[in-house]
Structures are given as C-alpha cells and as structure tokens.
C-alpha cells in the first residue's frame, strides 16, 4: 500500500507524522511525508521519502505578518490575503505530487484540505488524522478556537459547529478558487472513501473522548516518536551532571510576544525557586541569552532524550509538548498563546499534573515561580509520575496503522 502523509506547520504538526510514517514503513508499506522544506532534514533523519514544498514553515510563522496576526484581531485580518495566497500556492503544489505519487491512501492534517478531492480524483482514501480535539463537535469540550471557558453542553456544541461550517465553507472557496475542486463539493475534514473514518491522534488518557463523539470516529493515542540515542553537546551533558534536575522551559515554535521580556521573567522566577534552569529559544519565543553556572541555553534539543532528565517541564501548552512532558512523567506549567493550548494547559491542571495555565500574555516571575513551586510538590509530582506510566503504555502508532490497514 503507497501512503502518502500530508501535513503542514512546526515540528509539533511534522513529527507525529513521521512517527506514523515509520510505524507504516515498518509493516512494509512504501511511504513518503509531504511537508514544507524546512522538514526535509527531520525526515531524512528519520529513513522517510518526502516530497517537500517551496514554503519554509519557520520562516512563515515567525515573519511579521503571523507575528501581528498572533498579537491582534487587526493583524489576523491584514494577514487574510498573504496568508491566502501562500495557501495556493500550497494546494497547487500538493495536488501536482499527489498526482506524480498516486498513493492509495492519504493520512493528513486539518490543513490538507485538498487530500479528499485529491483522493476522489486517484480513487484512493483519505483520512483525517487530527492532533487534538475540536473537530468533531461535542458539548463536553470547549471552542479553543474562540473561547477556553466552557459555555456548556449547547453553547459548546453550537460554537464548534459554527467554526466547522466556516471552515468548511473557507476551505472550499480557497480550493475552487484554486482550480483544485472540480467535482461535488466535499467536506475537507470528513475523509473521502473510507466510510467516513476520522483518527484523533491523542491520548484518551489526557482528552478522554466525550459521550457525543461520532461513532464513525477512532481516539488512537498520540504517535510518539521512538527514544533513539541522541549525542547531547558536550556543554549541554556537562551542565546536567553538574547539579540537580533543571527545569525545561521552552515556549517551541510560537512567535515571540516580547522574547526579551519573557527571558527576564523566567530567569526572575528560576532565581526565586533557587532552580537551576534549561532556556530553549525555539523560534524565538524566548532570547538567547549567555550560559551562567545555573542556566544553559540551547536553541532545541530532543524532547524524547531531554525531558527525562528534567525535574518539571515549563512549556507554551502544544499538544506534542504536553504529550511529551507528561510521557515521562514530568509536572507541567503550560503558559499558553492560542488556540488549543489553553485546553491542553486546562487539562493537566485537571489532572493533577500541573498548576493552572498562565497565559504568555499575563505572564510574572510571581506567577511563575509559584507555579514551579507547585509543579514540584509532592502529589504532583506523583501525579505526573502515574500519568506517564499509562501514557507510555498507549501506542498510538500501532493504532493508526492498525486502523490504516483494516481499509
């Protein structure tokens, strides 16, 4: 069976992917990963095929039209034509490999709107494969993309079918307009000829599934990457074996609100926790700064090597993130931005795992530091442990493809 793995964004959208990838390849299936360029090493590194697009996901993200777009509504809306425009070319690019491959199967993301007109067009399948919940309407879980309060059963209900629709609708004008539809119209996040089978590639353990969710949909558990050996640099493994388990602090590939700001922040509530600390500047969430003798600084490393030898995890709420952190049993302060990372910050907070999330926006060393404080007490600390012992058991990978080659 030739699978085709379509995703788009940071490493966070790119890596469960390849982790999917090498579950399938190893059953024997020819595989490749269709990603922006900047992926392409990430890939190769993982023994994949990929067909990459001209974007550069780093450096869309963190330019100054997705820097405004994060800050302000204005800037969401003065993004809507470049980021419209950047999405054809997109389409384009996908729908012209996809025809050069013609996989039999399409595993995509949210943002492969293209992958059930493109398997209509092959006659092959295409199923979604989502990172967290919201795109399976519920009244158990609340419209991140508006709101993190709950508005209850009905108001969440109606909330996350109101922004499906616009989805759909927005999805579909940019693809005819495209010249990609040319048939029926088709829902972009529904699947095409697979029974309308949808995978939600989280754990159940964190996002338990809600008592309205469709029947035709599958809770996995998140594709973890395997641990491999990685070769720390030598001043990253002098520095952990120079004292006691650091705290992780990394908001990953967010872009900065005020990079510098946020460093002293997080330095101020590391001094006053008497913590030592690992700083990763990711994509400029947070600055580089010099090493000092409690401190290291590191652009990004391995979160399967390094969270392991952590004390507790300080994070931007990610779904990967929050699954990784917790995969190893580490206690979680999530600071969030957007999107689904105020759930994902909600939920540790529910499980025990973690303090209440504290927005990037309202941010102090205060707040911080009496979050740390709380991640590291001792029934957190235990919670963690607990939660990371079921997670590791879960295996997402087997999972999907188990679901892949049931088709």
């Keep these: 069976m030739k699978v085709m793995l379509l995703t788009l964004g940071t490493r966070g959208d790119v890596q469960p992917y390849i982790a999917m990838g090498r579950e399938l390849s190893a059953r024997g299936h020819e595989v490749f990963i269709c990603t922006s360029r900047d992926s392409g090493e990430m890939i190769e590194a993982a023994g994949l095929r990929h067909r990459l697009l001209s974007a550069d996901s780093r450096t869309l993200v963190t330019g100054p039209r997705a820097t405004a777009a994060v800050m302000s509504l204005t800037g969401r809306i ?20 996809g025809l050069d491959e013609a996989p039999d199967v399409i595993l995509h993301s949210s943002k492969g709107i293209l992958a059930p007109h493109l398997a209509r067009k092959l006659g092959g399948k295409a199923v979604p494969v989502f990172l967290q919940p919201g795109f399976a309407p519920s009244g158990e879980i609340p419209p991140f993309v508006l709101t993190s309060h709950d508005l209850g059963r009905l108001g969440n209900r109606l909330s996350h079918e109101a922004l499906l629709a616009a989805l759909r609708v927005g999805n579909e004008i940019v693809s005819w307009a495209s010249g990609i539809a040319t048939g029926p119209r088709l829902d972009p996040i529904a699947g095409w000829g697979a029974g309308g089978l949808r995978l939600h590639a989280y754990s159940p353990t964190l996002s338990p599934p809600p008592g309205d969710f469709p029947r035709t949909d599958r809770m996995t558990g998140y594709p973890f990457m395997a641990p491999e050996p990685w070769e720390p640099p030598a001043d990253l493994a002098a520095f952990l074996e120079a004292g006691p388990a650091p705290i992780y602090v990394g908001f990953g590939s967010m872009p900065g609100i005020d990079p510098e700001g946020q460093t002293r922040t997080v330095l101020a509530a590391l001094r006053a926790t008497h913590q030592r600390g690992i700083i990763a500047t990711g994509w400029g969430g947070l600055a580089r700064i010099d090493h000092s003798a409690d401190i290291h600084v590191l652009q990004a490393a391995p979160h399967g090597w390094l969270f392991p030898y952590m ?31 105020p759930y994902w910050g909600g939920q540790v907070a529910k499980l025990g795992a973690g303090p209440k999330p504290i927005p990037q926006t309202s941010l102090t060393a205060e707040a911080l530091a009496a979050a740390i404080h709380e991640a590291l007490s001792a029934p957190v600390r235990a919670r963690a442990a607990e939660l990371g012992e079921t997670l590791r058991r879960e295996d997402g990978c087997a999972r999907i493809a188990d679901l892949v080659e049931a088709l």
């Design 78 to 97: 003065m993004a809507l034509p470049w980021a419209e425009k950047i999405l054809r070319e997109q389409l384009h690019e996908m729908w012209q490999i």
């Design 311 to 341: 004390a507790a995890v300080v994070h931007h709420g990610g779904s990967g993130s929050t699954h990784e952190g917790l995969r190893w049993g580490r206690p979680s302060v999530v600071c969030p931005l957007l999107l689904d990372q």
